[in-house]
């Protein structure tokens, strides 16, 4: 691959919490503009690669490049400078912050105030449903508004790479189909490459160009999303009717 | 008439001892946002205030506004080093570790500084930074020593608010108390938004140091421990880790605390605010503002 097209690499990650292994020599890449999505059941480790990815869980051996710069082992906060921000598991929006404060904080990094301008207008023509939303707590949003706000939020940070940790989880399938389309309008508008790990295995599958199978903290299984889609094991264990 | 105006005077009295108990019980309400720790040694920093304001005012002629100002600077330095040495190594070890370990600062602190080298166990006299005056306003009388602890605890609330509600900072020390992972995820600095909090909570108690002195003019190494105690109780009754839960849970203590002295015994003033523990835990254990019960 070419070099110059690879936004990260991550080679021969392995995380343990204390006894217990959650990721095991772990090899993912990323082109810049790609989607790609990693796949498993629950407990597979899928959580644990995007935490580490951002810093906030350390990984006992292995390697995270991001443009050739090794970013392992940096806080979270110089990480999310460099770039790479994520919408965690669940959402967790500030719930007693207005959404408007919420934006603000996904922006916290900024000093621009151009650029923090022309990214929030862009949020809100993006996810239009905000906009009338403004100032109401975000506690009080509904999951797809509440998804809409975290992946809003991590947009404010500016990000070259986006990490979503399950978007669909607990939204209905039309709520999911929405959030997955404009997961796709973030990446075609602004380029932005975008990390997916998902449970919904047909959505994942459907919406990235190449896809990890992931189960129990090692990669079982690598390639393009279509032919990954085709692959028996897979329809057995993820796709089943 | 002379009812109204005896009640009126222990209000008055009550509301300065408060103001105290408010100060410092922010300290409490703000570490334990970011850290969810009770910093036990809290306490000690309050009296650490007071004896820094006695050296500034007997060794140095300098005017009040400065003891102030570098009695602020000096325990905000405290409480940073207190952080960065006791508590920060512990990030990530268990809840309880930490609360040992708060408990272990303030003991150090106490009996250190009790040293006869140092600052002795005795109770030393806080010099008057001015004389006493009384006005008389024909109900009842303020002193200016309460008129300066209601003005300062008051424009201290004012620059808290700010700071908290209108700064960067104070976004993200907010951030940090909701949820500190996902505040990280935003690009905040948690270790250093975590020493700013200590910080502003050790001037704080600084203020509270000073104005104590000056009101109750005995200083003493254990000076803080009740003070402490009840403060952390005002903190608790306001809802724990809630900024104007604080401030009103100082005061409610500080009045209870006065009315009982005033009206039943001197004996049970102590006693009425475990009592209060006793009640807020039994009946609303996440405080008169708070919503939800954090697990510790
Ligand atoms: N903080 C932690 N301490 C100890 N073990 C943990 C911790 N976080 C995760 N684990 C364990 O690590 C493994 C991987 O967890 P992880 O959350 O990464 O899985 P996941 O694929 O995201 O699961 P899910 O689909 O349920 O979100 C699990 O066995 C889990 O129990
Ligand atoms: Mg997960």
Redesign the interface.
Known sequence: MDKRNMLMQIRGLTVNYGAINALNDVFIDIEKGEIISVIGANGAGKSTFLKTITGIVKARAGSIELEGKNIHGLRPDRIVRLGVTMVPEGRRVFPDLSVKENLELGGYTLRNGALKKELFDLVLSTFPRLQERLKQHAGTLSGGEQQMLAMGRALMGNPKLLLLDEPSMGLSPIITREIFTLIRLINRERGISIILVEQNAHMALEHSRRTYVLENGRIVMEGKSGEIKGTKSIIDAYLGV | MEITGYLLQQFINGLQLGAVYALIALGYTMVYGVLRLINFAHGDIFMLGAFIAYYLISKFAIPIYLVFIITMFCTAGVGYIIEKVAYKPLRGAPKISLLITAVGVSLFLEYFLSLNAIFTANYIGFPRPFEVVNYDLSLFTVTNIQILIFATTGVSLVLLYLLIYRT?QG??M??VS??Q??????????DRTISFTFMVGAALAGVGGILYGIAYPQINVFMGVMPGIKSFIAAVLGGIGIIHGAVIGGFIIGISEVFVSAFLSSTFRDGVIFVILFLVLLLKPSGIFGKRIEKV
Request: no cysteine; glycine share 6%.
């Open positions: 960067k976004k993200a907010r951030a909701y949820d992972e996902v505040a990280a995820l935003m690009g905040i600095n948690i």
